[in-house]
């Protein structure tokens, strides 16, 4: 049987929900960020329960910045092990090469550091997250069939538990991993190769801090040209990932016990509690958008998992793309806005992330020379690790990045991450990238004692706030948009120059910074604004 239903409010375009296929974690923080923006959403997973798969274990600080954003960081934190080292070792000498100090970010995030939680364990917590954000939105055990786009819709076509089930939705955003179904029914083509090398995971309960004392950092790199290894602190666990050389045989459990005992030498007690050998793709699809579907995670760039490239690749697009949806579908932008998701997130993800990660496991394997992102600069090292180094190409003229390198932080410009640090308003503190949740923020960087002219604070989808040292006066008519900057340690480390305008997106980068003349009445804010999106800021 086949039922005909809508699942948000009436059968109009606007009211329809974003369907998201695939609910591994880019697709349900993918959902997160949705209803963080006020987009009703549906996940469509064809499972009936979650993987229990052991997979990747690492989420860095960029990720953690994305899950902030999206209210669902507290949930993740207490599931996982947080770590400020990640080390570069030596096996065959069992001596450190380099050591990466996240610490030395402390002017960048509220979160320094990097943490440790297998997917198995990170997907369920998500779950209850988007759960108690948007109770119904998550339905297990729908397989998506086919689908139909409409001029203003697109029309799903599902099997259930119930039966056959059609759905329509706003726009599709395909996460259904390496393998999508989506991907395949749209013709779009994969181009990359399969390694011949797959990889072991294993893990192990073993005592490395009291009884057998090792002293490795929780996330630690082995680097070998006959066998490299990774050894993970999970936050019940050890985890163990090696290289399986092409036509291999799979190592059972006690071959893989007696692998990780090479490494860290006979201890008593020591269990294998989970295994799994996969197989490693480096490939990117040639396109990320067809009409109102988007690719987005392993469907658009299956990256080597190296580094922990991989998934956290994936979260940039769940950064990236949903305030977009949202702001097309409250008539704040264009339709075109939506097109700049992959001309900003395929660089990063092809040449960025995919061949840092190849060249990471060349490293490993001692076929290649240093790194670029690892170099004798530690904060340089550690803002590239923790993915926070990412710069979009925010104005099409092809400038991006992922590498920041030295031990003294760079001025920041168009395209970066903006440093999340505090600012002072009339309440107390608010971080930069709360400022920033659900708004474009124009900080104008200049002295509150003159008087500047700063627009009125008339949208909201464009904040405008002076950033000074000197606290505004209040006679002065500014302290409604006005933020007190100590010691200018905001300015300081962005790096501009007094009676300067930078213009924050929703998802914490720079999109312009400009020359400020505070006397003057024009708003480049606004002007910068409509170019971004197409459409003036709209009036409150």
Excluded at 228 to 257: N, S, T
Excluded at 311 to 325: C, E, F, I, K, Q
Excluded at 422 to 432: N, R
Aim: aromatic fraction near 6%; proline fraction near 7%.
């Amino acid at each position: 049987m086949t039922t005909h239903e809508q699942t948000a409010g009436p059968d109009l375009p606007d009211e329809l929900p974003v369907a998201v296929i695939g609910a591994g974690p880019i697709g349900l923080i993918t959902a997160l960020g949705l209803v963080h923006h006020g987009v009703p959403v549906a996940v469509f997973e064809e499972d009936d329960r979650l993987s229990l798969e052991t997979k990747a274990g690492t989420v860095l600080t960029r990720t953690l910045e994305v899950l902030h954003r999206y209210g669902a960081l507290h949930e993740v934190l207490r599931a996982s092990l947080r770590i400020d080292e990640i080390g570069e070792i030596d096996r065959a000498t069992n001596t450190p090469t380099l050591s990466v100090r996240t610490a030395a970010l402390t002017e960048d995030t509220r979160f320094p550091f990097v943490v440790n939680i297998p997917q198995h364990e990170l997907e369920p917590v998500l779950r209850t997250s988007l759960e108690k954000k948007a109770p119904g939105a998550l339905h297990m055990a729908h397989r998506l069939t086919g689908f139909t786009q409409h001029d203003d819709h697109v029309e799903l076509r599902l099997t259930t538990p119930s039966g056959e089930r059609t759905v329509r939705a706003r726009h599709v955003l395909a996460c259904d991993g390496g393998r999508s179904q989506v991907r395949e029914t749209l013709g779009i083509t994969v181009e990359g190769r399969t390694l011949e090398e797959r990889y072991m995971l294993v893990d192990l309960k073993a005592d490395l801090d009291v009884d057998n004392p090792r002293d490795y950092p929780y996330l630690a790199y082995f680097g070998d040209p006959e066998e490299w290894m990774i050894l993970v602190r999970q936050p019940h666990c050890w985890r163990f990932l090696y290289p399986l050389a092409a036509g291999k045989p799979e190592p059972d459990r006690d071959e893989l016990a007696a692998k990780a005992r090479r490494f860290i030498g006979d201890v008593a007690g020591l269990e294998v509690i989970g295994t799994n050998v996969y197989t490693v793709h480096h490939r990117v699809a040639d396109r990320w958008h067809d009409g109102r579907v988007f690719l987005m995670g392993d469907a658009a760039h299956l990256i080597t998992p190296m580094w922990a490239l991989g998934l956290n690749t994936g979260v940039l697009d769940a950064s990236n793309l949903p305030w977009r949806l949202a702001w097309v579908r409250r008539g704040w932008a264009d339709e075109s806005l939506l097109s700049a998701y992959e001309t900003e997130q395929a660089p990063v993800a092809v040449k960025g992330s995919g061949q840092m990660a190849e060249a990471a496991r060349a490293y490993m394997g001692r076929r290649g020379g240093a790194v670029e992102a690892m170099t004798d600069g530690n904060w340089g090292n550690a803002f590239t690790r923790a993915l926070l180094g990412v710069r979009l190409d925010v104005d099409g003229t092809g400038d991006w990045s992922m590498v920041e390198t030295g031990d003294t932080p760079t001025p920041v410009v168009p395209g970066d991450r903006a440093p999340d640090l505090p600012l002072f308003g009339t309440d107390g503190p608010v971080h930069l990238h709360d400022l920033t949740a659900d708004t474009f923020v124009a900080l104008y960087f200049t002295d509150t004692r003159r008087r500047p002219r700063i627009p009125a604070q008339d949208s909201p989808a464009l904040r405008r706030y002076a950033v000074s040292r000197w606290d505004a006066p209040h006679d002065s008519g500014l302290r409604d948009r006005a933020m007190f900057d100590p010691g200018e340690r905001v300015r300081r480390r962005f790096g501009v120059a007094d009676d300067t305008l930078v213009l924050l997106r929703p998802d914490g980068h720079v999109a312009a910074i400009l020359p400020y003349d505070p006397a003057s009445g024009q708003d480049e804010a606004a002007e910068a604004y409509r170019r971004i999106t197409g459409r003036p800021a709209p009036r409150a």
